[in-house]
């Protein structure tokens, strides 16, 4: 008679929409001084990462999330030694940084010490190991105070920190003021990306009003996406560099210096980056249309 | 935007019929060679223990499923000092148990000992440290088994055991055969209380179909039912007996003896039985027609 | 695959249980100016009435919420004649009413006509005609505005509205000034009966604020519960009168009346009668703990 | 209290993964002898056209779902002026061929005569009229019956049919057979078009499957995929042709012809068409490994 099994996670999108996945496990639970961290494992998904009950990323699909989020970036850039993550407590933006043999360090900063314990117990298919490469300096602390007391340069920078909620800290990572600290930290050449939240048809505002505060400050930027299966949606990236165009290159260079670095990619390669960068023209249409711009100066609920 | 929490536990009673509990936490949870137990916890109703996806007892209300399975056998027999449990590994029916004066022996004989040690661990306020009492013989067996192969005779015994599933073991604790051999293990003036599924105006064949069977071999017999919150139904109970009809009594008698023993119960009084006893007019009507009786020699598939 | 079937309804308790029910056939929906009325049927509970996401009534066992509601009043009056009813637009309470053949007058008052067009036309084994019966007076109105403007006394009152919700005018229909008024209205040896909430162990409060509040005004009121299985739920009614107690009556006068008045019920009789009136040890000291009255003088939000 | 409202339609992808939608009114439903259709209207995505509880199109994003399956096969026939549809009972199909200037008939086959009246009456912003067009001869019927019975050759075919439920008579439009006929009615460098399921990392086999069947009597195909939010996934498509690679095509056609046409589309034009064909390449790989082909010999359960 049981035709629901047992227990469900169920994300919400809106008060119409929500998302349904059944759990036959749950993996461990913590309320933090930040957040509430749930690991759980779904019959299709496998395990799930939830952050205040939104996923974050699930073991069936993580490779898209963290490979759409890093290799442009990384490939993009002739040779990336140093490079600053902010958030990204599983480890799965590491390990697709540290494919690149060039890399010498990896600063990265996460506010959450328990995600961060959670993870490296839990997820070791994400992070691989990561967290004990020497090349790493975790830092726990909040990423712009971080950046705002170092002067220290880096070749790539990549933010993966959660779409804020209401009143929460990650806000102010999402501000003009914010993205001005990070172009004065990109060394000569740098390459920015940012998780940027839903770029579909329904979901379009939040996406475009990062797009739109990081093109104040950088003149270079590109918006694209991935359909990552866990999140029933596109998922939103932005580009971002301040001296050259790093989706202006020449036909075969990824496929190239993919071969060349020796990485082995479940997702990306350059048809799927061409795929990802041509945007449908209702969404390039509707994107003109939004102004917003975030500000410090202005008090934010939500972005 | 998250009208709806996080993980919900949906408990599905027919094919169009459920009901969903939201977890704020889960605490344990396990796949024995039996049955799949989860134990988690809801704001309304508390700790819950799951098994097989069927809530056994709630924080909030097992205090009304086990005084009403327990109490009414208990303080309707004179003195009784030997006592059997079948099933019951929340441990509160011992705790139920052990209020009474007289109890000298308990044995308790359930399937399953990874509930018994999930439920001492994680069900502190059921059991109060009733296992530690040395007055407890705990058998880990089938508690047919059990019996076939003991002599032993007792005052009062408790069937507190999940309704049973397709193939499962507890199907052979619901037939005529086991309940001749409970008769034939009841002491002079012996009681027997039996948890026996919902008993409402939707469902009600199982518990009538226990209720025919038990009344093939006992002369006396009552359906009773309480309302549980948690399990959103009326909860069936059948108290039988051999020798004297157990819901005879002159009127005061259960006060009194609630008295004389020092019983200190929330749910159950001599008004409370009234009520339990009391069953309306259709449900009486409706038990006339259901003749079903289980028999070891039929191939069941669920009662 | 698609084990959810697919549309259901889903009340919500409270944050962390709600109740699903599969809709088989969507039958009729209107935003009327009082309130949002859907009906559907359920492959269990057959036709289903929604008032702003509350199930009123099922078709499957709204003879026990109707008779609950109806039957004692009616048979512990000596001899009703005039009757009043407030709310009830399903018809089914004007039913159970007019099987007493000494019925000579119904007047009931329903705000809300939509809800009463709606049901004569979908829910006919609810009211079976009863709307056309000429001993009714069907008013659509405010019935506390009717009662204050008219002078009319009843043998029998009963109040069958939805408990109120935040700002709705049936707030006032719950107030020491509402059964003062009730009081006048009242013939001699006249009865109350009133729908009133949930009684069970889990929700308690609102029933006894209405239980205080008709008591201030009432020296004869008892509390009595049904279990609706669509309503997942004991739910709640209080009988009352100015004049004598309605609850102290010789054995066999309730099964006796039924008989000389040639009543068919399937769920009310003497026994059931017992049943409803004996309420648990926990929620009659539960109720002696809560002190609430509702009082057109404070400005309530919900009772 | 309420948080959940009231109705939601649930629609379940796999025992472990569902997606709820908020019913804000119930418009329409109806048991057809092929399927029960339902016509419902959530607040995020307007109303709703549900065939056999899934979700075929919704108000919001239908126009991409439409000019993804219609768009491309129409622009890269040079000038279509015959084409056949099988399926598409929502009429917006029809809508997106009309468009193109130098159409001057469409043979439209749709099985359930129910569905087009449904749809004719509750989706007028998908139809706009289009079932009035002189140039449409809508047939009912089997439009595999309908195309072995007619010599007719067309310039462009649209399949626009459900994917196909265990023993739906939709099973023999996804064979090898059906689609060998569907070559035999193209007329010299015709296009066929198809909806061809899912096509995302996480259910990927039945489109390869119907991609594989093409290939077998089609030289030239592809794969392309669009994001639909109400599906929440991308959805595949299959264009294919025998005379010529649809493809394969200078720089700014679609775009000219586009403007030629004086088409005004919401979603696709070149940029858009270049994301829908580049596959990422995980998809490209999984698609290697999966060999199954759909043959009316073969006893099929589903797709």
């Known amino acids: 008679m049981s035709y629901f099994g047992s227990r469900w996670f ?11 996945f ?10 933090t001084p930040y957040q509430k961290v749930e690991i759980a494992d779904n019959e299709l998904f496998g395990r799930l ?9 699930a073991a069936f699909d993580e490779y898209i999330y963290h490979e759409a989020l890093v290799q442009p970036a990384m ?26 043999p060039s890399v010498e360090r990896i600063v990265m900063v996460d506010i959450d010490s328990d995600v961060v314990e959670l993870c490296r117990e839990h997820l070791r298919e994400w992070h691989r190991g990561s967290f004990d490469d020497p090349r790493l300096e975790l830092v726990i602390s909040d990423a712009r105070d971080y ?21 929460s800290p990650a806000l102010k990572l999402f501000t003009k003021q914010f993205y001005t600290l990070l172009r004065e930290r990109l060394a000569p050449g740098g390459v920015i990306a940012l998780q940027a939240d839903d770029l579909s048809s329904a979901f379009l505002e939040p996406h475009c009003a990062i797009f739109n505060t990081v093109g104040e400050v950088l003149p270079y930027l590109h918006s694209y ?15 971002a560099a301040r001296d050259f165009d790093p989706a202006e290159f ?23 980056h061409r795929g990802m960068f041509a945007l449908p023209r209702d969404i390039r249409e509707r994107r003109k249309t939004i102004k917003k711009v975030i500000d410090d100066g202005q008090l934010l609920t939500t972005v």
Chains 1, 2, 3, 4 share one sequence.
């Open 147 to 167: 950046l705002e007391g170092s002067e220290e340069l880096f070749d790539v920078i990549i933010i993966d920190i959660p779409e804020p909620l209401e009143n």
């Open 10 to 20: 169920i994300e919400q999108d809106t008060p119409s929409i929500a998302h349904m």
């Open 22 to 31: 059944g759990l036959k496990r749950c993996v461990a639970e913590k309320k």
């Open 75 to 100: 490939l993009l850039h002739e040779q990336p030694r140093r490079v600053f993550v902010a958030g990204g407590g599983e480890g799965a933006t590491l390990r697709e940084i540290f494919r690149h």
């Open 49 to 57: 990462l939830l952050l205040d009950s939104k996923i974050q990323s």
């Open 250 to 272: 020449s036909a075969g260079l990824i496929d190239s210096r993919i071969e060349e670095r020796g990485l082995e990619l479940r997702f990306y390669d350059e048809e799927t």
């Open 225 to 239: 996406r991935a359909f990552i299966p866990s999140f029933n949606t596109m998922w939103g990236y932005i580009i």
